[in-house]
């Protein structure tokens, strides 16, 4: 079974009763372990498609399963529960809270996870802080670090509950070429640990990191 | 989780304003809710004082010795004579402590008075409105029919700006709290994709208003106590007994209304 699969995905908007084609007749099967370069035009769906695949949008007829299961049939909870569970994002202005330090940014989507005591937050919290080496850093404002320590921050914020899908979008598109190499070596050793790993990007450096490059 | 998220918002420099905001209008409404109060202490000293005054010339004349004015004072007089099934009546509206019929010898004619003793003579003006709907007329015994008038206006000035205030700054907190959480929109969203129920965003939504509310009412409270001090007690010198539960009541009102209208806004609807 793969990790992601879509059958028949259709995404359509109506705009002033007119009907806008974004996604059509998308079958896609993604599985652990792999990184996948999502690639396209402007405009061309690639943030709709991750959003569809991270439960945060859906589609306008079709099927997403995640590990078999069909999400767009889940409730909005329970939808909410698989991201938490299953799906960590990044994306490409870091989207970090401004007004939290490094290590309160990554702690946050732990809260909700009854997986962690407060002594198991703090050391996964102090782990994935390592990980990105950003340990002197840990009580920084975002507005205090580099782009590329921002994002970094991100990533180990999107590993937090340790999903088995990444979805970033853009991830380096803020980035000079040296932060950008250290990125997708990080998403690329993340799905070298087993993760499934989708990256939607405009650099040509993507197929040198992905298994696979699906082209929108 | 709390902590971080109410730590996070009060480093939001923009919030801050708010929070100072909070604080002004708080302070306003406190100040709004003591005229009443601070009219009703001022009236009750000037009917003291007329009563003293009154009773000083009386017990200069031994015949009034055993007449207490005060008593007076808060004393309807009715002169015409009532029916038993009158009597009654007037003895259950509110405020009426007791009715009492004097007969006085006025020339071998024998006349009689009836004195309606009110708890407090604020009611003076309920208690009439009530007798003419029985189609009684009575008059204050002793009391000066023009400090009536002039607490009756006053009152309604005190009672008008009063509510004006209040609503004032219901309206502006609302709107405050609606700004917060539309400022809060890239956070919510954020939770959202960290899987955060939405039942739990607008729990932590209405911690975060509640919080800052809190802070300044904590603030508007001294700074209220400050201009009562300096104003009403220092000035005017006089101490105003507030009614607390009232208070506190519509304190509490103004903090958990606006904190759940803001959080039921339609933009968090994804
Ligand atoms: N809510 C919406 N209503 C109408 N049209 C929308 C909406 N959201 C996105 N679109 C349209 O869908 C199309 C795809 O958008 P999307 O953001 O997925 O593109 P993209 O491939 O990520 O582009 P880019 O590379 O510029 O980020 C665009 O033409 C966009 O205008
Ligand atoms: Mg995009």
């Not at chain 1, 990105?132 to 670090?145: D, S």
């Not at chain 2, 801050?16 to 009236?43: E, H, K, M």
Request: aromatic share 8%.
């Amino acid at each position: 079974m793969s990790k992601i699969e879509i059958i028949d995905g259709n995404k359509e908007y109506v705009k002033n009763k007119e009907k806008i084609k974004i996604l059509e007749n998308i079958n896609l099967k993604f599985e652990s372990g792999k990184l996948y370069g999502i690639v396209g035009e402007s405009g061309a769906g690639k943030t709709t498609l991750l959003n569809i695949i991270g439960t945060l949008d859906s589609f306008t007829s079709g099927k997403v399963l995640i590990d078999g299961q069909d999400v767009i049939q889940l409730k909005e909870d329970d939808r909410a529960r698989l991201r938490m569970e299953k799906i960590g994002f990044v994306f490409q202005e870091f989207y970090l809270n401004p007004n939290m330090t490094v290590e309160e940014n990554i702690e946050q989507p732990m809260f909700i996870n009854e997986k962690y005591d407060k002594t198991s937050r703090r050391e996964r919290t102090s782990k994935l802080i390592e990980t990105v080496n950003l340990t002197p850093r840990r009580k920084h404002f975002p507005k205090e670090l580099s782009g590329g320590e921002q994002q970094r921050v991100a990533i180990a914020r999107a590993l937090a509950n340790e999903p088995d899908i990444i979805l970033a979008d853009e991830p380096t598109g803020n980035l000079d070429k040296e932060n950008e190499k250290r990125i997708f070596e990080m998403l690329q050793s993340l799905s070298k640990g087993g993760k499934c790993v989708i990256v939607v990007s405009h650099s040509s450096k993507i197929e040198e990191y992905a298994d696979q490059v699906i082209k929108l | 989780m709390m902590k971080n998220q109410i730590k996070s918002v009060l480093r939001n420099k923009s919030n801050i304003i708010y929070i100072f905001t909070f604080v002004i209008l708080f302070a306003i409404l406190n100040v709004a809710l003591t005229i009443r109060p601070l009219v009703d202490q001022y009236f009750d000293n000037i009917v003291e004082e007329y009563s003293n005054t009154l009773q000083t010339q009386l017990n200069k004349i031994s015949s009034y010795e055993n007449i207490k004015i005060d008593e007076l004072a808060k004393t309807i007089q009715i002169s015409k004579e009532l029916t038993d099934e009158q009597k009654t009546e007037i003895e259950n509206i509110k405020h009426v402590e007791r009715l009492e019929i004097q007969k006085i010898d006025l020339e071998g004619e024998e006349v009689h008075i009836q004195y309606l003793y009110l708890d407090d003579w604020k009611n003076f003006e309920y208690v009439n409105n009530r007798l003419d709907a029985l189609g009684i007329s009575g008059s204050p015994a002793v009391l000066d029919e023009q400090i009536l008038e002039s607490y009756s206006t006053i009152r309604n000035i005190a009672n008008t700006i009063q509510y004006l205030l209040i609503i004032v700054s219901l309206l502006v907190i609302i709107v405050c709290c609606r700004n917060i959480v539309k400022n809060e929109q890239k956070n919510i969203k954020l939770l959202q994709i960290f899987g955060y129920k939405k039942s739990k965003i607008k729990q932590i939504l209405f911690v975060e208003q509640i919080t800052m509310l809190i802070i300044g009412l904590i603030f508007g409270i001294v700074l209220y106590e400050l201009l009562y001090f300096l104003l009403v007690h220092e000035m005017l010198n006089i101490s105003v007994e507030n009614n607390a539960v009232m208070m506190v009541a519509i304190n509490a009102i103004i903090i958990l209304l606006p904190a759940f209208l803001s959080i039921h806004i339609k933009t968090l609807k994804s």
